[in-house]
């Protein structure tokens, strides 16, 4: 735990003696007096000082490769390493001391460094310290490379553009009222039209698809798997078989069913759901009477790689729905009965055991929604792009499924947020339990990983929200305002080097988002592993109010129009981001509303201002922003022009901000108050390829792409 901070607008906090006791109480540290508190540190560290290794070592890969052991000698000794492929070899060491030592349980302890010159491969592998024959250490040893994966290209200087595009809101003329993989397939074919790269997505993460609370991308039930509501039933290969499918889908009021959620003005996330669980149902059943002989192995091949992962996140479904169909006031798993409570318990063992079919099902599920999206990255890749940009959720649901099956891996009585800063100025409450860091590493960080592979399996880039975590969270303990919290550290340098090894494993290139309170050495650490940055141009500004000219950004990171938090271009032109927030009740006073007008239209004019200073605006355009009172279309176009000139590697826009729309994905403190996560693309992927007004869009920023020569070939 930090005993201090600096928040963003450089004020020191000390979290006070309350804030600090809690925090070290939830880690398992007896505070009840200074005297328990001092025994409680110098049992950690000699727990620390008898082993030979830590539980995992992360290490960069080099020859010699060094590494540090606290042993009871200075004598020679053998390290043996199974590689992953199995490879067995052992080499003898002579240790040199560190200066470093201790006297633990009455005998002193040497820290000391050894250098291995036998090569040791990138990889997840075994490490045992032996002396005289006698194992003295073990640990999982994992080496990784420093730099995470670029494309060739970008990585020889060249740029890549894409649109970030909100699943879940895209409309067409054959989805069932939501988005769907499908529909991802035809966006795929509009981006290749624009000579974009890749097509970025919202967090695909499963939830639990439940309207206002429930419906967030980032606040998942599970990370490790996604939600099945981004099907396209009909293109399950069971559905082309399954004459009760085919009947089902012919009723009259299954037809009126969906065009009512199509043509819904929001996203009807109960109804679409209950509507295509009804058919996969139908297809399950299809699959385990008359399935083929190769199609039963390709689901088998998918159950083996996903393992206990799918098992636990497939019986929590199971469970769920027995339970919530028992009493349907039963909501939340902390609510169940407690002998369900435990994932490894009787009960739930006995579950497994009589409703096999029930949990298959969400195997299914979670099977053909792998093959549709694998499919969408492979049709990408065919057309020369990229690919998918996936988005990983900082949060998990905190009753949801993966808190129920791997609940000793987070932390009770504290929750993750932020402290005050300029957006919320009495801190944010994200209310989830933070991860607990010292037990992810004694498991290897296997969770870390798994989370990371799943997510970016199928993609050609993966974004990470709040990627400060890797480095420290923000802690508020139970019964505390957001703004009482402390920020925890986390083991950054072994998770960034496992970042770096499994984007050059997938393929895939990694963005950190971090925006925020962020300290120097994080930005600093996510440019020595070659993890791009993000930035937002609404702040990209000097101290003075100017806007950053398009020269003066980052090469080494990912540039955008706006954020799904943040308002669109044209809502930020026009105040809709204010006003809404207004409408919502978010702002105190008339006060505050008064200087946030006062304060966009001085941000209106500097970025005006900077638009005529680099020639993008027609001669003659109007110099006033009060002369302009909505996104013109040179205006537009002048901005896209300003974001793609940018020495960014990457530059993402919104696809709200493409096609001009006002209203934002997601106003941040707002449930009920607000359609957050449900708003509907203007047109649908059918008009994009044929409206006037949207080809002019794509066009244009066509034009920019191939002007500036941000695209790759």
């Known amino acids: 735990m930090e005993p201090e901070f600096w928040d963003i607008w450089g004020r020191h906090h000390v979290p006070g003696p309350e ?3 809690a925090i070290l109480t939830a880690l398992g540290v007896d505070c009840g007096s200074v005297a328990s508190l001092t025994a409680a540190i110098a049992a950690r560290e000699e727990e620390d000082w008898l082993r030979a290794l830590p539980p995992t070592l992360v290490v960069a890969r080099e020859t010699p490769l060094p590494l540090r052991l606290r042993l009871a000698s200075t004598d020679a000794v053998t390290v043996e390493v199974q590689t992953e492929d199995g490879a067995v070899w052992r080499e003898l060491v002579q240790p040199e001391e560190t200066g470093e030592q201790r006297t633990v349980d009455g005998r002193v302890v040497y820290e000391v460094q050894v250098a291995l010159t036998t090569a040791v491969p990138l990889g997840y592998h075994h490490i045992r310290v032996l002396d005289a024959g ?36 895209v409309r067409s003329e054959r989805n069932w009222g939501c988005g769907d993989l499908t529909d991802l397939r035809g966006l795929v074919g509009w981006m290749a039209d624009m000579h974009a790269s890749f097509l970025a997505l919202n967090p695909l993460h499963a939830i639990e698809n439940r309207q206002p ?22 293109a399950v290969p069971e559905y082309a078989a399954s004459q009760l499918a085919q009947s089902l889908r012919g009723r009259e009021s299954v037809q009126r069913e969906i065009a009512a959620c199509r043509d819904a003005e929001f996203v009807e996330y109960e109804r679409v759901w209950r509507l295509k669980r009804l058919f996969l149902q139908v297809l399950h059943r299809q699959f385990r009477l008359r399935a083929s002989a190769a199609r039963r192995q390709a689901f088998a091949a998918f159950v083996a790689e996903r393992g206990e992962r799918l098992r636990r996140f497939a019986t929590y479904c199971a469970l769920w729905d027995r339970l919530h169909k028992r009493n349907r ?9 407690a002998e369900y409570q435990d994932p490894e318990s009787a009960a739930v063992a006995e579950f497994v055991r009589t409703h096999g079919w029930q949990i298959e099902f969400h195997q299914y599920v979670q099977w053909v929604l792998d093959e549709e999206l694998g499919a969408v990255q492979q049709e990408a890749r065919e057309k020369g792009l990229i690919g998918l940009y996936h988005d990983l959720a900082l949060a998990t649901d905190r009753c949801g499924a993966d808190l129920w099956a791997y609940r000793p891996l987070y932390v009770a009585g504290c929750r993750v947020g932020s402290p005050p800063d300029g957006f919320s100025p009495e801190g944010q409450d994200w209310a989830f339990p933070p991860p607990n860091a010292r037990k992810l590493r004694e498991d290897g960080y296997r969770f870390f990983i798994d989370s990371i592979r799943a997510n970016s399996r199928h993609g050609g880039a993966l974004r990470m929200d709040h990627v400060m ?18 920020y925890v550290r986390d083991f950054a340098e072994d998770l960034l080097h496992i970042l770096a090894l499994e984007s050059h ?16 050495r994080v930005r600093k650490s996510l440019d020595r592993h070659r993890i791009l940055g993000c930035k937002v141009l609404f702040f990209e500004k ?42 919502a009740g978010l702002l105190p006073d ?30 003659g355009f109007a110099r006033r922003a009060s002369d302009l009172p909505e996104l013109t279309g040179e205006l537009h176009n002048a901005i896209i022009g300003f974001l793609v000139r940018t020495p960014s590697i990457v530059m993402v826009l919104n696809q709200e901000d493409l096609t001009k729309e006002t209203e934002q994905q997601n106003l941040p403190g707002s449930t009920w108050q607000y359609p957050n996560w449900k708003r509907k693309m203007r047109y649908t992927v059918e008009q994009l390829r044929g409206d006037r007004v949207a080809l002019d869009f794509a066009q244009m920023f066509r034009n920019w792409l191939d002007a500036s020569g941000r695209r790759l070939r």
């Open 469 to 486: 975590r890797l480095f420290r969270l923000y802690w508020i303990p139970d019964g505390l305002p957001a703004k009482q919290g402390a």
């Open 213 to 234: 609370y429930n419906i967030s991308p980032y606040l998942p039930n599970s990370s490790f798997f996604r939600n099945p509501i981004y099907l396209d039933v009909e």
């Open 542 to 583: 000097h101290p003075d109010g100017r806007f950053r000219k398009p020269a003066e950004y980052d090469r080494h990171a990912l540039v955008s129009s706006t954020t799904h938090d943040l308002a669109t271009l044209a809502g930020f032109w026009t105040n809709r981001d204010i006003e809404a927030r207004r409408n």
């Open 19 to 21: 804030v600090q006791q």
């Open 134 to 169: 006698h194992v003295v250490g073990e640990a999982r040893l994992i080496v990784a490379p420093v730099e995470a994966y670029l494309p060739a290209e970008l990585e020889a200087g060249g740029r890549a553009a894409g649109v970030a595009v909100s699943l879940y809101g």
């Open 590 to 619: 008339g006060e505050s509303y008064q200087r946030q007008i006062a304060e966009r239209v001085a941000d209106k004019q500097a970025l005006l201002d900077v638009l005529h200073e680099l020639g993008l605006l027609p001669a």
């Open 505 to 520: 494993r997938g393929k895939f290139f990694l963005v950190g988002e971090d925006l925020g309170t962020v300290e120097d």
């Open 329 to 337: 006031d039963l909501w939340i798993w902390p609510d169940w009965p």
